[in-house]
């Protein structure tokens, strides 16, 4: 029985039956079985996967945008496609263990776009690079020396020696081949997932971009520690006594004239009528 659950950065994605999987099993469960559907299709010579799924850097720029992201699907059976699987199973379950689901897919999509993208700019300037076939794998594995630097493999060699060894060794194949792009695409993978790691580890941060715009916005306010905001103020309201007196006054106006009305009286018609004045949000008149 499989179940699925996304919810928890910790747990697995889903279970098959009592066999927890998590993200780079399911990756990895993924390629196989493209590498499957690739066996049958080399198998009984159907040429259309092959022929619109692998990336080309010349094919992107005309259009055919999704080859950035299909050319993973393309895998023919071989021994480097198991070591693949194998580091890609066993580093990527250590990185997510670290980090959480989460940075860990975000660090395996970075690795698995960079290649392509880099390899669309350099065809811009005339490089006709292709690839197919799942890669990533050895980013992880630099992601994991980037972790645990002392932690020991063959002979007791040190993670990070090893990632050191590897990176000079496939430099010099691809220099011996006079290969620059993937040269280039070697240390831009290590690169990245160094750089990553120890960004998330909180070992250095990204510059800010300034923003051009802060200037034309208004001054900011801030309230102080242990002070409330202040409170718009708003007149008193007219008390049903009040409004008796002003009806009163009206009425003795309306029999004798306003030059009837003492000075009390005028005072108090004139400070009555400005409150009026303020709620309706006008200027009181001048009498």
């Not at 850097?57 to 023919?76: D, H, I, K």
């Not at 002392?150 to 090893?162: D, E, Q, T, V």
């Not at 496939?170 to 993937?182: F, G, K």
């Not at 009040?242 to 030059?259: E, F, N, T």
Request: net charge positive; proline share 7%; glycine share 8%.
């Amino acid at each position: 029985m499989i179940r699925f659950d996304p919810s928890d950065q910790t747990r697995p994605v889903l279970h098959i039956g009592e066999y927890p999987l998590y993200s780079p099993h399911v990756i990895v469960l993924g390629y196989v079985l493209s590498m499957l559907v690739t066996t049958t299709c080399l198998a009984l010579r159907v040429s259309a996967p092959f022929e619109w799924l692998p990336f080309t850097a010349t094919e992107v720029l005309r259009g055919q945008v999704w080859r950035v992201f299909t050319y993973g699907l393309v895998n023919a059976p071989s021994l480097w496609f198991v070591i693949d699987m194998f580091m890609l199973v066993w580093f990527g379950r250590e990185v997510e263990k670290f980090f959480g689901r989460r940075i860990f897919l975000q660090l395996y999509a970075g690795l698995y776009l960079l290649t392509p993208v880099l390899f669309t700019v350099l065809g811009l300037f005339g490089w006709k690079q292709s690839i197919s076939g799942q890669t990533g794998s050895f980013g992880v594995f630099i992601a994991f020396a980037t972790l645990y630097p002392s932690a020991p493999f063959f002979f007791n060699i040190l993670a990070k020696w090893l990632a050191w060894v590897l990176v000079a060794i496939y430099s010099l194949i691809h220099l011996a081949n006079r290969d620059l792009p993937s040269l280039l695409s070697l240390w831009a993978g290590a690169g990245f997932a160094h750089g990553y790691v120890r960004y998330e580890q909180g070992r250095f941060t990204l510059p800010k971009i300034p923003n051009p715009f802060a200037r034309l916005r208004g001054p900011k306010f801030k309230v102080l520690p242990g002070q409330a905001p202040e409170k718009p103020r708003t007149a008193a309201p007219i008390t049903a006594q009040g409004m008796a007196d002003v009806d009163a006054l009206l009425d003795k106006i309306a029999r004798s004239g306003i030059h009837s009305l003492t000075p009390e009286e005028r005072a108090q018609l004139d400070r009555s009528s400005a409150e009026l004045m303020k709620r309706k949000g006008g200027a009181p008149r001048s009498r």
